[in-house]
């Protein structure tokens, strides 16, 4: 292995620059691609105009008009939304509001169960922590993040130097505004652009469905076609007297976005064009064939082997109180949606033969460097890299992948650790006091204990004696393998679970916050916890690390040769939560022998569901009334209600929230999921499997206005019928 791997000025990167260059004229293969929005004329407008599309690149991303972009936000911090109306009125997924509409709730006020509908403007509800951020503008900075590089630098300085013009693009961009700034690598490093955003704070809940709409067929329909999920929530967004971002004060007015989405109320048909704009999450198209082979065979089944144990002990709990089952509510979605989605990319991927497809790849790619002897110089070696990189990461693997999913998954773990930073960061008694009381909200020691007793047992089952830490001698010995005992002894001594040694321990912190740290390090939970993670820092971590650093260099190389061997076709960036275009099209599709899924549901299959029991198709009553006297208003056709339809649009975590538009432009729906078979689209994208799932925004107006009686919000919608 080469450990020396060097970068040079107008290498790497300055070839990337030539080739999105020359390859920015040629064709764009249709469904598939996440496209930088910046970029659309290059990618080739034209052939997406081919494909139904009536909009020019600068109605789409501009920064001379407004346009598409200043309609869409990052909704918190992991979702997309978008506006819709003039008075700053906004759009996401029920599952994107979920916290906050749990935050709001209580027994007494369970807007989890009822769901909630503001039915004046004071009634909306503010969202502390909450926030919504537009993209102002987007710059390609890749030869302002290459200044510097001047011969050859060892990995260490250049990343030094880079980080230095990173600080000074950003500072360039921000100084003086209230903006803020990020640049972000595409192409494994091969190219950098920067994102200029405006953040707003003052975001209040408008209205929700019950859950049994905004999340019908729970976890059950979860990744899964056919979907009835109403999957929906609003808020609106608030400014200052000029429009800026300001603090939630009940003097503020509605936010004045540069551009809202109209609403496109006249439904789809099978084949019509549609696109999706958002902030998809994550994705890695273009992986080595061990690590999807290792993805395949080891990371996946163990993290949901682990997980099903979590969510197996929370739903237990949940069941037996309605207290545990709204603090637990929003925890357990998190930890069942990757759980779920790792078994359709199992599926999707082992369907698809990946590996093979990818070693066949590898193959082309090889002759295509063995055919030219300046390819060889370049690109010789990065095939060999891969294979021994990959084969040395797998004794360090499974210990990242259990620290994570079995060590950090205890609830009182996680929180001893973020606890004792505060305190190192020297942070205040009240943060700290704010923190915990926060924690506790949504906190239920029996659940924690029985989870933190049983990955406890997990882990040291599944880990080699040298990946033990010292506490592994203490249940071998005095609990004598009684991983139950070990859990509830630590639980019990902790001061998580004594508030008054907690506070006392506190008043120390403000007279000698050092003899304060020390105490806190020796009770038993951080004790463990710093264990674990003194093995992983110490350890394996550094290795980890690494090994993680010579992968990133070669995958850079990689794309590099890539990007040069594949001129004839357009290779778009991984997503990376940078807001992309994709489109496709409505469509059906076979996901096996036997089985065709049509491209619509409605709200008579919310109804059949409903008579097989499940507690995840309940029903509210009002919605039944509403079907059985077929009272759909404007929005039913021919006697049925649209609820969901599915589309070949290209998305993934992140375009949760996003909009899903028509060839004009216009709302359609609000993009919520992928099929089960098309989960496995973050690695491998299959346009016959891959689908994303939206709810008709037919739907979503008949329940604002059937259902919720909140007909006032439909006031202020720009609907086009």
């Not at 990757?338 to 790619?365: C, M, P, S, Y």
């Not at 030219?372 to 891969?386: N, S």
Request: glycine share 8%; with cysteine.
């Amino acid at each position: 292995m080469k450990k020396n791997q060097i970068i040079t000025k107008h290498g790497i990167l300055g070839m990337m620059l030539t080739v999105i260059i020359t390859a920015g004229t040629l064709n764009v293969k249709a469904e598939e691609g996440m496209w930088i929005p910046m970029l659309l004329e290059k990618y080739n407008i034209e052939a997406m105009q081919e494909a139904g599309l009536r909009l020019s690149a600068e109605d789409i991303y501009s920064i001379n008009q407004d346009c598409l972009k200043d309609a869409l936000v990052i909704f918190g911090r992991g979702c997309t939304g978008e506006m819709i109306s003039a008075d700053g009125l906004l759009l996401t997924n029920h599952h994107c509001g979920y916290g906050a509409i749990q935050r709001h709730s209580s027994v007494e006020s369970d807007y989890l169960t009822d769901g909630f509908w503001a039915m004046s403007r004071d009634e909306e509800l503010p969202n502390e922590g909450l926030t919504v951020t537009y993209l102002r503008y987007m710059k390609d900075v890749t030869v302002e993040m290459e200044e510097g590089l001047i011969g050859e630098l060892d990995p260490e300085e250049a990343q030094k130097q880079m980080e230095r013009n990173m600080g000074k693009l950003i500072k360039e961009a921000t100084e003086g505004s209230h903006y803020s700034a990020l640049v972000r690598p595409f192409y494994y490093g091969n190219a950098y652009y920067m994102f200029v955003y405006e953040t707003f704070t003052d975001v209040r809940l408008v209205g929700a469905p019950p859950e049994a709409i905004g999340n019908f067929g729970a976890d059950q329909d979860n990744w899964m076609w056919p979907r009835h999920t109403g999957d929906f929530s609003m808020f609106r967004v608030y400014a200052n007297e000029d429009n800026e971002p300001a603090a939630f004060d009940p003097s503020n007015q509605p936010y004045k976005p540069r551009k809202h989405l109209e609403i496109a109320a006249g439904g789809i048909e099978e084949g019509d064009f549609t696109m999706v704009m958002g902030y998809p999450g994550s994705t890695t198209q273009y992986l080595y064939s061990a690590a999807v082979r290792s993805m395949l065979e080891t990371s996946l089944p163990v993290k949901i082997d682990l997980r099903t144990t979590r969510l197996e002990i929370m739903d237990r709990y949940m069941r037996a109180d309605d207290v545990v089952r709204i603090q637990y509510s929003s925890k357990y979605r998190g930890v069942s949606n990757a759980w779920k989605k790792w078994q359709g990319i199992i599926l999707g991927l082992t369907r698809n033969h990946a590996v093979d497809v990818k070693l066949e790849e590898e193959e082309a790619f090889a002759a295509w460097i063995e055919a030219d002897g300046e390819r060889i110089l370049k690109y010789g070696d990065v095939l060999d890299e891969f294979a021994e990189i990959y084969s040395e990461m797998e004794k360090y693997e499974m210990a990242m992948y259990m620290m994570s999913e079995s060590v950090m998954a205890i609830e009182l773990f996680r929180q001893s650790s973020r606890i004792e930073r505060m305190m190192n960061q020297g942070m205040s008694r009240e943060r700290i006091e704010r923190s915990m009381d926060g924690f506790y909200k949504n906190y239920y020691r029996p659940v924690d204990q029985e989870i933190c007793a049983a990955m406890l047992e997990a882990y040291f089952s599944q880990m080699p004696a040298s990946q033990y830490p010292a506490c592994a001698e203490e249940i071998n010995g005095k609990y004598k393998g009684d991983y139950s005992a070990y859990a509830e002894a630590l639980y019990n001594k902790t001061v998580f679970n004594q508030p008054e040694k907690f506070l006392k321990l506190m008043d120390k912190y403000e007279k000698n916050s050092e003899k304060a740290i020390t105490a806190f390090q020796k009770d038993p939970i951080v004790a463990t916890a710093n264990q674990f993670s003194d093995l992983l820092m110490e350890e394996t971590g550094p290795v980890y690390r690494k090994l993680q650093e010579l992968l990133q260099r070669n995958y850079q190389i990689y794309m590099a040769a890539l990007l040069e061997m594949e001129q004839d076709r357009m290779l778009y960036p991984d997503a990376n939560f940078t807001m992309r275009f994709t489109y496709g099209k409505v469509d059906s599709y076979n996901p096996k022998d036997g089985v065709e899924y049509d491209y619509y549901t409605t709200l008579s299959g919310i109804m059949d569901k409903a008579t097989e029991g499940f507690e995840d198709y309940a029903v509210p009553e009002k919605l039944r009334e509403l079907y059985e006297a077929k009272d759909y208003g404007k929005y039913g056709v021919n006697g049925t209600m649209p609820v969901c339809f599915i589309a070949s649009n290209h998305t993934s975590g992140g375009n949760s929230g996003s909009p899903v538009m028509d060839a004009d432009g216009r709302l359609l729906g609000i993009n919520f999921d992928r099929n089960w078979e098309g989960t496995m689209s973050d690695v491998h994208y299959d346009p016959s499997l891959c689908r994303n799932i939206t709810v008709d925004i037919r739907y979503v107006l008949f329940i604002i206005d059937k259902f919720a009686g909140a007909e006032y919000l439909l006031d202020e919608m720009d609907i086009v019928w």
